[in-house]
């Protein structure tokens, strides 16, 4: 599948996979950008895409970023979407941070979508976990 990707600068790069079958494509950041200590930042990346239909657009963290005390946001992009795509990164360490241009900062995973309508039921099946929520499965 290919997927259409429009250039709204001309120093942007498109998604890039450094493998064939890596899940997700490296976005690029178009701007230079300081990250202070625990408040988010907006990274353009000069890049949109048109997703197929019953497709979503995961934006997702990078290991070689997170690895560095500095956090993917991850964002979801509907199908139907034609902007720019925003990596929102907040840097989680005490330090400023910096963000060179043309850095790889947050990968984009495209997976299948379904569309469910949502009904109201006055019971929901059993199963072994029920409502067993945070912490439910142990520790360890």
């Not at 259409?4 to 600068?9: A, E, G, I, S, V």
Request: proline letters at 8%; one cysteine or more.
């Amino acid at each position: 599948m290919d997927i259409k990707t429009k250039k709204l600068r001309p120093d942007a790069r498109l998604p890039h996979r450094t493998h064939p079958a890596d899940s997700g494509a490296d976005l690029f950041s178009v701007a230079d950008a300081d990250l202070p200590p625990f408040v988010p930042v907006r990274l353009a990346t000069g890049i949109a895409v048109e997703l197929p239909e019953n497709t979503s657009g995961l934006v997702w963290g990078k290991s070689s970023v997170e690895s560095q005390g500095i956090k993917v946001l991850a964002g979801l992009i509907d199908s139907t979407y034609r902007g720019e795509i925003i990596v929102c990164l907040i840097n989680l360490t005490k330090e400023p941070k910096s963000i060179a241009k043309g850095r790889k900062i947050a990968q984009l995973v495209v997976v299948p979508t379904f569309y469910p309508g949502f009904v109201e039921a006055s019971d929901l099946g059993e199963t072994p976990r029920g409502d067993g929520g945070f912490g439910s499965t142990g520790h360890g």
